[in-house]
């Protein structure tokens, strides 16, 4: 299983930004997609934005394209998450994951992905 940690949460005004970032605890080799996804009380998780290795060929929901951008970090199999122009709606607690399987483009499927963080809390107040 691979350990994934997560930082960057936190809380701030509706129009705000905040960045979020994931790294394996450990060195790990052979990821093909990384991702974030969220998650609020009562609802499914969701998935917010991909990225593949290489190229990093990315995937978003549609409730976040144009205001959120994910990218690959400087550390190796790190991502992070630049969330600008917050809304109350993206408030919720935010996963990293990743998963080993080739794939042509990385989904937002939650059964996707066999390895998470323990998630960073978001709140968007309005």
Not at 46 to 74: C, L, M, P, Q, W
Not at 80 to 95: S, W
Request: a positive charge; charged letters at 20%; glycine letters at 14%.
């Amino acid at each position: 299983q691979v350990e994934l940690m997560e930082s960057g949460g936190g809380s701030v005004q509706a129009g705000g930004s905040l960045k979020l970032s994931c790294a394996p605890r450990e060195r790990t080799s052979g990821v093909i997609c990384m991702a974030w996804f969220r998650q609020v009380p009562g609802k499914e998780r969701e998935g917010v934005a991909t990225i593949g290795r290489g190229g990093g060929r990315t995937v978003y929901a549609d409730s976040v394209k144009g205001r959120f951008t994910i990218s690959h970090g400087n550390a190796k199999n790190s991502i992070e998450l630049q969330m600008n122009n917050l809304k109350p709606e993206d408030a919720g607690v935010y996963y990293c994951a990743l998963h080993f399987r080739w794939v042509q483009d990385c989904g937002t499927a939650v059964n996707d992905y066999q390895h998470w963080g323990q998630g960073t809390q978001v709140t968007v107040s309005s």
